[in-house]
């Protein structure tokens, strides 16, 4: 069976300091992968997809970017944090129409 | 564009009671894929449900249900049998058909059951 990972579950960092989120899958390959951002209260919204190693799609434009460098692997990362990047940050995977999803990341920014 | 609305912030039922939380989806799509995720507080995302625009009969996965009325373009999920386990946010969500990675999130729905 499938599996998603996410490191770190919580993380606490300053304004300007840089971003590493990570997201890893096993039991499939080649899967799409995605990255959610869940402010507070809200629902998800969608920043980054994947469909293969190293094609990555922006759907909202702001100081995040996104890699894959893996099959299995999408990293979420930031160069400098700001105070409106605080939220619950959740990846997910398809492989055919319906998306799963890790267990998520809290990310505060102070 | 695509669009989703959850208009019931909060609902409350009693266990073992059913409960209807509410969808309505906008899409000039013509297929395209209705969902119901279950977040429970521990924040992760549960799948529940899965509606096809073109399928015929409303799907189903054990007590839960979706009342899928596409000419009233309303995805309804029906919860019967509520349990204690069963308080958490759902949201419902819709893929298209011409860039189906992109997924759109209603706010949600807060359900709480009452012993």
């Known amino acids: 069976s499938q599996t998603i990972h996410q490191w770190p579950a919580t993380l606490v960092q300053p304004v300007g300091s840089p971003l590493s989120l990570e997201c890893t899958v096993e039991?499939?390959?080649?899967?799409?992968l995605y990255w959610y951002r869940q402010a507070a209260g809200r629902g998800l919204q969608l920043l980054f997809y994947s469909v293969g190693i190293g094609q990555i799609s922006s759907e909202v434009p702001q100081n995040l970017s996104a890699s894959r460098p893996q099959d299995r692997q999408f990293i979420l990362s930031s160069k400098k944090l700001l105070l409106s990047d605080s939220g619950f940050y959740l990846c997910?995977?398809?492989?055919?129409?319906?998306?799963?999803f890790g267990p998520g990341t809290r990310l505060t920014v102070l | 564009a695509q669009k989703i609305t959850q208009t019931q912030p909060g609902m409350f039922v009693q266990e073992k009671e059913a409960v209807t939380l509410d969808c309505t989806y906008d899409?000039?799509?013509?297929?395209?894929?209705l969902f119901w995720y279950k977040q429970p507080s521990s924040g992760e995302m549960i799948f529940l449900i899965y509606?096809?625009?073109?399928?015929?009969q409303n799907a189903t996965e054990g007590r839960y249900s979706l009342n899928f009325q596409k000419a009233r373009k309303s995805a309804n999920l029906v919860i019967s049998a509520s349990q204690l386990g069963d308080s958490a946010m759902y949201f419902c969500?819709?893929?298209?058909?011409?860039?189906?990675?992109?997924?759109?999130f209603g706010a949600g729905t807060r359900l709480t059951v009452k012993p």
């Open positions: 997910a995977w398809s492989r055919t129409d319906t998306q799963y």
């Open positions: 039991g499939t390959s080649n899967p799409n």
């Open positions: 969500a819709m893929r298209g058909t011409y860039n189906n990675n992109d997924m759109r």
């Open positions: 509606q096809g625009s073109y399928d015929e």
């Open positions: 899409t000039s799509d013509q297929s395209y894929g």
